[in-house]
Structure formats: structure tokens, C-alpha cells
Nanobody, 122 residues
Framework: QVQLVESGGGSVHSGGSLRVSCAASGYTYSTYCMGWFRQAPGKEREGVAVIDTGTGRTYYADSVKGRFTISRDNTKKNLYLQMNSLKPEDSALYYC???????????????WGQGTRVTVSS
């Protein structure tokens, strides 16, 4: 059974940094694509950053390019999102997701974590 557990969210001031983590289990980690998605109140869930854990290729939403970095530790089956220069509009519930298909930033992944909240104050 696939399990994804996020951690590391919190509250920061604008311009600050946070790193969120995702611990994965229950599947062949290296054959899946994994990604970070977010959903703010009243808005649709959107893709933030995705990594093909087999090739290491990454994809980013335009709104976070140059500020966020996705990475993974294949040994520990962990996924990370380093978020720098945070803005109030980055405030959202951040989800970790996994899928065996190459879906890119589309929020149609098969497996999801419970989310971790990130709040950025101005």
C-alpha cells in the first residue's frame, strides 16, 4: 500500500525559506514520478514541482522557478521541496504525490499525502 507522509510546513515571513519533506513507502520508489502540489483556499490544486525519480528530470511551475528546488533521496525514499524567497501567494496546503505515469504538473496523480500547511505573512 502506497503511503506518503509530508512534514516540515510552518509559518514564515515574506522572503523567508522552508523545506518540506515527504516520506514514501509501499512501492518501487525509483520507478515512480513524484511531485509537490499545493492548494490555497478557494483555488484549484496546482502543480508546483515534479521529479522523475528514475531519471532525475525536474519540472517547475513558472510561479516558483528560481525560488523552489525539488530533490529526492532514493536511498531513504524521501522527497523534498526547498522553498526560498517565499511570498504570501505561496501560502497553501502542500501535498506530496506519486504516480507510475509521467503526468508532469497535472494534478491527476494516483497517490497523495495528507498535506502540510505553509503560511507566508507579509
Amino acid at each position: 500500500q502506497v503511503q506518503l507522509v509530508e512534514s516540515g510546513g510552518g509559518s514564515v515571513h515574506s522572503g523567508g525559506s522552508l523545506r518540506v519533506s515527504c516520506a514514501a513507502s509501499g512501492y518501487t520508489y525509483s520507478t515512480y514520478c513524484m511531485g509537490w502540489f499545493r492548494q490555497a483556499p478557494g483555488k484549484e490544486r496546482e502543480g508546483v514541482a515534479v521529479i522523475d525519480t528514475g531519471t532525475g528530470r525536474t519540472y517547475y511551475a513558472d510561479s516558483v522557478k528560481g525560488r523552489f528546488t525539488i530533490s529526492r533521496d532514493n536511498t531513504k525514499k524521501n522527497l523534498y521541496l526547498q522553498m526560498n524567497s517565499l511570498k504570501p501567494e505561496d501560502s497553501a496546503l502542500y501535498y506530496c504525490a506519486a504516480d507510475w505515469r509521467g503526468l508532469g504538473l497535472s494534478p491527476s496523480y494516483a497517490y497523495w499525502g495528507q498535506g502540510t500547511r505553509v503560511t507566508v505573512s507579509s
